[in-house]
C-alpha cells in the first residue's frame, strides 16, 4: 500500500491516497524545536519523527512511501525505507496544504487558526534566521570584502598620492621628478620638509635610497623651480603624508590578510592565481561555493560583463577574458594569445575552485604544470599573429 | 487632503494632497511603523502608508491603469522575489490580519532586511529563504494560496509561475508576474520576449486578464494579471 508523506511545521503527517490521516508524528510544540526539526529534515538528515513514522507506516502494511521534497525523501530512504518516491507535486499534499491551519487545530496541535498562524510565523522567522547566520558565517565572504576594500584604498592612495605630488610639486618639483614610486616619494617628502632640508646632513642620512640622486640635486648649478612656502605650508602637507603612508601600511596588512584567509578557504585557488586576484574572483562570484559551480567559461568572462552584454546585444566580438586579464601570463602575453591562455587559465580556476570547495585536497602544482604547460604549447603553435583575413561584418545591431 | 478608495478596489487608497497630486496607499497594519521610509498619513483616524510607483511595481501597474486587482482582505498569498520587501508590506496591508503573504527571497543578505523591516512586525509574513525554481523545497512551509505575485529577474519567469502554480495556487487563483525584459533575454526585443512569456503562461493553463507596460516607472517591465482556469 501506497502511503504519502506530509511534511510540515507541525510535523509529519501519514496520509493513505484518499487523503486521509493515517497516523503521524508530531513535533513538539516550540517554535525553536519546530524550526530546529526542519532545518535538519530539510538537509536530508534522519530525525526522530523520520524514524517514528517508519516504524509507523511499517506497522500499517504501506510499503511505498510519497514525498514531495527529494532531500527529505533522502531521509527516509537513509532510514532503511527502501521504497521511498518522488512525485512532486502530488494531490494528497496540496489537498492538505489546502487544510493545513485547520489540521494543525484539529489535531489540537495549535488553539485555533490564529495561533497556528503564529506558529508559522515564528517557525519561518527562525528558519530563516538561521540560514542566514550559516550564509553570513561563511569566511569566503569576509575574504571578498577584504579585497573590495584592498581595491578602494588602492584607488585612494593613488588619488592622495597624485594630490601630494601636484600639492609639494608647488614647492619642490624636483622631488617628485627624483622618485618616481609613490611610497618612496612620501617617504622622502616627510623626511624633507622644506627644500632647504636637503643641505643638512641628518636629513641626507635618512634618505639612503636616494641619497646619491640628492646629492646630484644639490650640486646642480641653478634654484630649484618651486616657490618658497611658509611652515605652515609644508606642516600641512606633511600632515596629509603621513595619513597616506599609514594608508600603505593599511594597505599591506590587508593584503597579508587576504593572502592567510584565502590559503584557508581556497588554497589551490590561491596557489594557482595568487591570493588577492583569486579573491576578487570569488567576491565577483558571489562566493566559493558559487564560484565553484560556474562553468568555466563564465569564470573567463568575470568581470567581463559589460562588454559581454554589448556583445550580445550589437554583435560585435565577444571578450576573451575578465579579472583573469590581470593574471601576468594573459596581459603579458601577445594579443592573439590571449583568448587561448585565458580559456586554459578559466579551466584550471574552475577545477582547483571545485576541490577547495568540494574536497578540500590540495592539487595546485599539478594544476599549475599542466597549465604552463598548455601556455608553452600556446606560445608556439600560435607563435605568429593569425593573416588577416578578410573581416566578416559584424551583425548589424538591432534597433530598439 | 483627504483619503479615499481606489475605484472600489479593496485595500487600495489614493491619497490627494494639498499640492493637487494624488499618491497611492495602503492602510498600515502595523501603526507607526515605516518599511521603506515612505510617508504616514492619519486621515480619520486611520493611518495609511504611501505607495511609491517609483518603488513598486504593483503601484506602477495601478498608475498604468489596472483596474482590477484580485487581492483582498484575508486572502492568501504566495510572494515569490520578495527582496526587501517594498512591495511585500502593502500586499501584507492589503489582505490584513486575516490574510497571509509566503515572502520567498533567495538571497541572504536581502533576506536579512526582509527580516528586519517587515517580517519582525508584521505576523501575516512567513519568510522563506529558497530559491523559486524549486518550489518542491519549500512546500513544507506553504499552505494552498489564493494568489501568487512573482518578481523574479530570472529567464524562465513564466515557467518558474506555472511550477509554482501548480504546487500552491488553488483553483481559479489568480497570479501577476512582473516581467522584466532585460533579464530574460538580452538580445531580443521586449514585445519579442513579453509575447513568448504569455505563451508559456498560456500553455501552462493560464488566462491573460490584462497586461500593462510600466513605463515611466519601470523601463522594459510590464505586468500581467493573470488566471488559472
Request: aromatic share 6%; net charge positive; with cysteine.
Given at each position: 500500500?501506497?502511503?504519502?508523506?506530509?511534511?510540515?511545521?507541525?510535523?509529519?503527517?501519514?496520509?493513505?491516497?484518499?487523503?486521509?490521516?493515517?497516523?503521524?508524528?508530531?513535533?513538539?510544540?516550540?517554535?525553536?524545536?519546530?524550526?530546529?526539526?526542519?532545518?535538519?529534515?530539510?538537509?536530508?538528515?534522519?530525525?526522530?519523527?523520520?524514524?517514528?513514522?517508519?516504524?509507523?507506516?511499517?506497522?500499517?502494511?504501506?510499503?511505498?512511501?510519497?514525498?514531495?521534497?527529494?532531500?527529505?525523501?533522502?531521509?527516509?530512504?537513509?532510514?532503511?525505507?527502501?521504497?521511498?518516491?518522488?512525485?512532486?507535486?502530488?494531490?494528497?499534499?496540496?489537498?492538505?496544504?489546502?487544510?493545513?491551519?485547520?489540521?494543525?487545530?484539529?489535531?489540537?496541535?495549535?488553539?485555533?487558526?490564529?495561533?497556528?498562524?503564529?506558529?508559522?510565523?515564528?517557525?519561518?522567522?527562525?528558519?530563516?534566521?538561521?540560514?542566514?547566520?550559516?550564509?553570513?558565517?561563511?569566511?569566503?565572504?569576509?575574504?571578498?570584502?577584504?579585497?573590495?576594500?584592498?581595491?578602494?584604498?588602492?584607488?585612494?592612495?593613488?588619488?592622495?598620492?597624485?594630490?601630494?605630488?601636484?600639492?609639494?610639486?608647488?614647492?619642490?618639483?624636483?622631488?617628485?621628478?627624483?622618485?618616481?614610486?609613490?611610497?618612496?616619494?612620501?617617504?622622502?617628502?616627510?623626511?624633507?620638509?622644506?627644500?632647504?632640508?636637503?643641505?643638512?646632513?641628518?636629513?641626507?642620512?635618512?634618505?639612503?635610497?636616494?641619497?646619491?640622486?640628492?646629492?646630484?640635486?644639490?650640486?646642480?648649478?641653478?634654484?630649484?623651480?618651486?616657490?618658497?612656502?611658509?611652515?605652515?605650508?609644508?606642516?600641512?602637507?606633511?600632515?596629509?603624508?603621513?595619513?597616506?603612508?599609514?594608508?600603505?601600511?593599511?594597505?599591506?596588512?590587508?593584503?597579508?590578510?587576504?593572502?592567510?584567509?584565502?590559503?584557508?578557504?581556497?588554497?589551490?585557488?590561491?596557489?594557482?592565481?595568487?591570493?588577492?586576484?583569486?579573491?576578487?574572483?570569488?567576491?565577483?562570484?558571489?562566493?566559493?561555493?558559487?564560484?565553484?559551480?560556474?562553468?568555466?567559461?563564465?569564470?573567463?568572462?568575470?568581470?567581463?560583463?559589460?562588454?559581454?552584454?554589448?556583445?550580445?546585444?550589437?554583435?560585435?566580438?565577444?571578450?576573451?577574458?575578465?579579472?583573469?586579464?590581470?593574471?601576468?601570463?594573459?596581459?603579458?602575453?601577445?594579443?592573439?594569445?590571449?583568448?587561448?591562455?585565458?580559456?586554459?587559465?578559466?579551466?584550471?580556476?574552475?577545477?582547483?575552485?571545485?576541490?577547495?570547495?568540494?574536497?578540500?585536497?590540495?592539487?595546485?602544482?599539478?594544476?599549475?604544470?599542466?597549465?604552463?604547460?598548455?601556455?608553452?604549447?600556446?606560445?608556439?603553435?600560435?607563435?605568429?599573429?593569425?593573416?588577416?583575413?578578410?573581416?566578416?561584418?559584424?551583425?548589424?545591431?538591432?534597433?530598439? | 487632503?483627504?483619503?479615499?478608495?481606489?475605484?472600489?478596489?479593496?485595500?487600495?487608497?489614493?491619497?490627494?494632497?494639498?499640492?493637487?497630486?494624488?499618491?497611492?496607499?495602503?492602510?498600515?497594519?502595523?501603526?507607526?511603523?515605516?518599511?521603506?521610509?515612505?510617508?504616514?498619513?492619519?486621515?480619520?483616524?486611520?493611518?495609511?502608508?504611501?505607495?511609491?510607483?517609483?518603488?513598486?511595481?504593483?503601484?506602477?501597474?495601478?498608475?498604468?491603469?489596472?483596474?482590477?486587482?484580485?487581492?483582498?482582505?484575508?486572502?492568501?498569498?504566495?510572494?515569490?522575489?520578495?527582496?526587501?520587501?517594498?512591495?511585500?508590506?502593502?500586499?501584507?496591508?492589503?489582505?490584513?490580519?486575516?490574510?497571509?503573504?509566503?515572502?520567498?527571497?533567495?538571497?541572504?543578505?536581502?533576506?536579512?532586511?526582509?527580516?528586519?523591516?517587515?517580517?519582525?512586525?508584521?505576523?501575516?509574513?512567513?519568510?522563506?529563504?529558497?530559491?523559486?525554481?524549486?518550489?518542491?523545497?519549500?512546500a513544507h512551509m506553504v499552505e494552498e494560496v489564493d494568489i501568487i505575485y512573482q518578481d523574479v529577474a530570472q529567464p524562465y519567469q513564466s515557467k518558474i509561475l506555472v511550477d509554482n502554480a501548480d504546487f500552491y495556487?488553488?483553483?481559479?487563483?489568480?497570479?501577476?508576474?512582473?516581467?522584466?525584459?532585460?533579464?530574460?533575454?538580452?538580445?531580443?526585443?521586449?514585445?519579442?520576449?513579453?509575447?513568448?512569456?504569455?505563451?508559456?503562461?498560456?500553455?501552462?493553463?493560464?488566462?491573460?486578464?490584462?497586461?500593462?507596460?510600466?513605463?515611466?516607472?519601470?523601463?522594459?517591465?510590464?505586468?500581467?494579471?493573470?488566471?488559472?482556469?
Open positions: 500500500m501506497k502511503g504519502y508523506v506530509i511534511v510540515s511545521f507541525i510535523g509529519l503527517l501519514l496520509c493513505n491516497d484518499e487523503g486521509k490521516i493515517i497516523d503521524k508524528a508530531l513535533f513538539p510544540k516550540e517554535t525553536r524545536v519546530q524550526a530546529d526539526k526542519l532545518h535538519l529534515l530539510s538537509r536530508g538528515e534522519v530525525i526522530d519523527e523520520v524514524k517514528e513514522l517508519c516504524e509507523k507506516a511499517r506497522s500499517l502494511g504501506i510499503d511505498q512511501l510519497v514525498l514531495e521534497n527529494p532531500l527529505i525523501a533522502k531521509a527516509f530512504a537513509g532510514y532503511g525505507f527502501h521504497n521511498v518516491k518522488v512525485e512532486a507535486p502530488n494531490d494528497i499534499a496540496k489537498i492538505m496544504r489546502s487544510q493545513l491551519l485547520e489540521i494543525a487545530v484539529r489535531l489540537g496541535y495549535a488553539l485555533n487558526e490564529d495561533e497556528a498562524v503564529r506558529m508559522l510565523h515564528e517557525v519561518t522567522y527562525n528558519l530563516s534566521a538561521r540560514k542566514i547566520v550559516e550564509a553570513v558565517e561563511k569566511r569566503d565572504l569576509l575574504v571578498a570584502q577584504a579585497v573590495s576594500c584592498l581595491d578602494e584604498i588602492e584607488k585612494v592612495l593613488n588619488i592622495l598620492a597624485s594630490r601630494l605630488r601636484e600639492w609639494y610639486g608647488v614647492h619642490f618639483p624636483e622631488l617628485g621628478n627624483l622618485v618616481k614610486d609613490h611610497e618612496d616619494f612620501i617617504k622622502a617628502l616627510l623626511v624633507i620638509g622644506h627644500r632647504d632640508n636637503i643641505k643638512k646632513r641628518e636629513v641626507l642620512e635618512k634618505l639612503s635610497l636616494i641619497r646619491d640622486k640628492v646629492h646630484k640635486l644639490i650640486e646642480s648649478p641653478g634654484t630649484s623651480l618651486g616657490a618658497d612656502v611658509l611652515p605652515k605650508d609644508v606642516e600641512i602637507i606633511k600632515e596629509v603624508a603621513s595619513i597616506t603612508l599609514n594608508l600603505y601600511d593599511l594597505n599591506s596588512k590587508l593584503r597579508r590578510y587576504v593572502d592567510e584567509v584565502m590559503g584557508e578557504v581556497a588554497p589551490n585557488v590561491k596557489e594557482l592565481i595568487g591570493p588577492v586576484l583569486g579573491a576578487r574572483l570569488i567576491s565577483l562570484a558571489g562566493g566559493l561555493e558559487r564560484l565553484a559551480k560556474l562553468p568555466a567559461s563564465t569564470i573567463q568572462l568575470l568581470g567581463a560583463e559589460k562588454a559581454l552584454f554589448r556583445a550580445l546585444r550589437t554583435g560585435t566580438k565577444p571578450p576573451k577574458h575578465g579579472i583573469i586579464f590581470q593574471y601576468p601570463e594573459v596581459h603579458k602575453s601577445p594579443k592573439w594569445q590571449r583568448g587561448k591562455i585565458a580559456r586554459a587559465l578559466a579551466g584550471k580556476i574552475a577545477i582547483a575552485a571545485r576541490v577547495d570547495y568540494f574536497t578540500g585536497e590540495y592539487v595546485a602544482d599539478e594544476l599549475k604544470e599542466d597549465l604552463e604547460k598548455r601556455i608553452k604549447e600556446i606560445k608556439e603553435v600560435y607563435k605568429e599573429p593569425p593573416k588577416k583575413v578578410v573581416e566578416r561584418r559584424p551583425k548589424k545591431a538591432k534597433k530598439r | 487632503m483627504k483619503v479615499k478608495l481606489y475605484e472600489g478596489m479593496e485595500g487600495v487608497y489614493v491619497v490627494e494632497l494639498e499640492d493637487g497630486s494624488s499618491r497611492l496607499a495602503t492602510r498600515n497594519l502595523v501603526p507607526s511603523i515605516k518599511v521603506y521610509g515612505e510617508p504616514l498619513i492619519r486621515y480619520e483616524g486611520v493611518e495609511f502608508r504611501v505607495w511609491d510607483a517609483y518603488r513598486s511595481k504593483l503601484a506602477a501597474a495601478f498608475m498604468k491603469g489596472l483596474k482590477t486587482s484580485p487581492l483582498r482582505e484575508g486572502l492568501k498569498v504566495l510572494y515569490l522575489g520578495a527582496a526587501s520587501g517594498t512591495t511585500c508590506s502593502h500586499v501584507s496591508d492589503i489582505v490584513g490580519h486575516k490574510g497571509r503573504v509566503y515572502g520567498v527571497e533567495f538571497s541572504p543578505r536581502v533576506m536579512r532586511e526582509f527580516l528586519e523591516r517587515v517580517v519582525k512586525y508584521r505576523k501575516n509574513v512567513m519568510p522563506i529563504l529558497a530559491d523559486a525554481r524549486l518550489p518542491a523545497e519549500y495556487l488553488k483553483r481559479g487563483g489568480w497570479a501577476f508576474l512582473a516581467i522584466k525584459a532585460r533579464s530574460i533575454d538580452v538580445t531580443k526585443e521586449p514585445s519579442e520576449v513579453y509575447r513568448r512569456e504569455l505563451e508559456v503562461l498560456k500553455n501552462g493553463g493560464f488566462e491573460i486578464v490584462h497586461v500593462v507596460h510600466l513605463e515611466p516607472y519601470d523601463v522594459d517591465h510590464a505586468m500581467i494579471l493573470t488566471r488559472r482556469v
